[in-house]
């Protein structure tokens, strides 16, 4: 059973930055393309990153894209996610996911193509 778990969250004033962290165990960590969501409140959980089994390649949302970027260290089976210019939207719940691989290298943003979850790590950002 593969087991994630969020880390590096907290309270921060708009403009600054954090750095999220998501230790993974008990599966084949550097097979998985693994992502980051977020879920603010009242509202769907949306796609914010993902990153290939390998690294050297990720894809990212719209709303964070040239401020956020992920990124992994399969030596220590943890993926990243650092996030600059923080803006009171970006205020959520994120969550760490990943993804069994079934060939291809697609990047996938649905919630439901993702197999493992952690539990969250809450942001909040003030203005």
């Known amino acids: 059973q593969v087991q994630l778990v969020e880390s590096g969250g907290g309270l921060v004033q708009a403009g600054g930055s954090l750095r999220l962290s998501c230790a993974a165990s008990?599966?084949?960590?550097?097979?998985?393309?693994m992502a980051w969501f977020r879920q603010a409140p009242g509202k769907e959980r949306e796609f914010v990153a993902a990153?290939?089994?390998?690294?050297?390649?990720?894809y990212y949302a719209d709303s964070v894209k040239g401020r956020f970027t992920i990124s992994r260290d399969n030596a220590k089976d943890t993926v990243y996610l650092q996030t600059n210019s923080l803006k009171p939207e970006d205020t959520a719940v994120y969550y760490c996911?990943?993804?069994?691989?079934?060939?291809?290298?697609?990047?996938?943003?649905?919630?439901?193509?993702?197999?493992?979850w952690g539990q969250g790590t809450q942001v909040t950002v003030s203005s």
């Open positions: 990153i290939s089994w390998t690294g050297d390649s990720a």
């Open positions: 008990g599966g084949r960590f550097n097979t998985y393309q």
């Open positions: 996911a990943a993804r069994i691989p079934t060939g291809g290298s697609a990047f996938y943003i649905e919630t439901r193509r993702y197999d493992y």
